[in-house]
C-alpha cells in the first residue's frame, strides 16, 4: 500500500502548475527579501511549510507585523497583519503571474505595506519580468494540494532529523529561487571562497556545510528527488557508502549530490525509516570524509 503521506507527484504531470506556482513564490519571496531584517547565510528570504501552505511568517513594517501565506487548502494567498487587518485572493487556474503580481501590490497597498522588489525572476522557469508574464497561469487544485501533502511530510522528516544536532542548523525552510525544501548543518569552519562566487553564494557557503533537501523534480532530474551534499566538497565522498541500497552518488554542476529518489520512497514498507537513514548516511559521509567532530555535535536522539 502508498502511504497517504507520499503522494503519487510525477513532474510531467504538474510542471504547467509547479512553474507558475514557484513563479507566484518568488513574488512573495522576494517582497519578504525586501522588507525583513537581514539574516546570516539568506536566512531571512525563504519561506515555510505551515499547516495550511507556505507562508512568510513575521515580517516587521512600520504598522507592527504582517505575514504573507499561500493557504493551498482553501485556494487563496491571505494576507494579515498584527492590527488583525486581512486581505486576500483567490488562486485559481487561468490566473496568471502578471495578474497575481498586480493583485498582492493592490492588495498590500489597501493595509499601507508598499515594497519594493526587482520584479525579474531569479533562477526560475522564465525570465520574463512578472508584471509581464501571462504566459504562466496553470493552476491545477489537485496536484497543488499533492504538493503541500508532500511538503508537510518532507517538513516533518526534516525537523525529525534535525534534532540529531546539536551544532549551528538552519531552520528547514524553502528557498524560492530553486524551489527546495533544505536544511543545513554547519561544522563551525570557514570555508574558501571560489574566485567565481557571486554575493549569494559567498554568504550561503561562507562555512562548511551539509546540506539535506527535497525537490519536485528539473530539467536535471526530472522527478521528485531527496537530496544531500557537502560544500567544499572533500575528497573521496562519493567512495562512502549511502543508505538505503537505492541511494546513489550523481555529479551536478562539478561536485556530488547524494540522491534518493521520492518514487523509491513513496512505495517503500517504511518510508519515514528510509529517508531517515538517507539523510543520516550522508551526514555520516560527509562529517566523515570533512573531519567534522561527529561526537561533539550529536544530540544522542533516538534514530
Not at 92 to 116: E, M, Q, R
Not at 204 to 216: K, M, Q
Not at 221 to 227: E, I
Not at 252 to 273: I, Q, W
Request: net charge negative.
Amino acid at each position: 500500500m502508498v502511504n497517504s503521506a507520499f503522494p503519487e507527484i510525477p513532474l510531467e504531470a504538474w510542471r504547467p502548475t509547479k512553474n507558475t506556482l514557484h513563479l507566484y513564490c518568488q513574488i512573495v519571496g522576494k517582497i519578504r527579501l525586501a522588507m525583513h531584517p537581514w539574516l546570516n547565510h539568506w536566512w531571512h528570504v525563504p519561506l515555510y511549510v505551515t499547516p495550511r501552505g507556505l507562508s512568510t511568517h513575521t515580517i516587521p513594517y512600520a504598522g507592527g507585523d504582517f505575514e504573507i501565506e499561500f493557504d493551498l487548502g482553501e485556494h487563496v494567498l491571505r494576507i494579515q497583519t498584527s492590527s488583525n487587518q486581512i486581505e486576500d485572493f483567490a488562486l485559481y487556474d487561468g490566473l496568471s503571474v502578471a495578474d497575481f503580481y498586480s493583485s498582492i501590490f493592490a492588495n498590500l497597498a489597501k493595509i499601507g505595506i508598499n515594497p519594493t522588489i526587482n520584479p525579474v525572476p531569479y533562477e526560475a522557469p522564465s525570465t520574463t519580468p512578472f508584471d509581464e508574464n501571462s504566459e504562466n497561469k496553470s493552476y491545477d487544485k489537485e496536484y497543488v494540494e499533492r504538493f503541500h501533502r508532500t511538503l508537510v511530510t518532507v517538513d516533518g522528516l526534516l525537523t525529525k532529523f534535525r534534532d540529531r544536532f546539536i551544532g549551528k542548523s538552519t531552520p528547514v525552510h524553502m528557498f524560492w529561487h530553486s524551489f527546495d525544501l533544505a536544511l543545513t548543518r554547519f561544522s563551525g569552519k570557514r570555508a574558501p571562497t571560489r574566485d567565481s562566487a557571486g554575493m549569494v553564494e559567498r554568504e550561503a557557503y561562507s562555512h562548511e556545510v551539509i546540506s539535506f533537501g527535497f525537490w519536485f523534480g528539473d530539467d536535471n532530474v526530472p522527478a521528485p528527488a531527496f537530496y544531500s551534499y557537502t560544500a567544499p566538497e572533500p575528497a573521496g565522498l562519493a567512495d562512502e557508502t549511502l543508505s538505503p541500497s537505492a541511494a546513489k552518488w550523481q555529479e551536478s554542476n562539478g561536485s556530488r549530490m547524494a540522491l534518493l529518489m521520492y518514487d523509491d520512497v513513496r512505495t517503500a514498507d517504511d518510508p519515514n525509516r528510509m529517508v531517515l537513514d538517507f539523510l543520516e548516511s550522508t551526514y555520516q559521509a560527509g562529517a566523515k570524509r570533512a573531519d567534522w567532530d561527529i561526537n561533539e555535535f550529536s544530540s544522542n536522539a533516538a534514530a
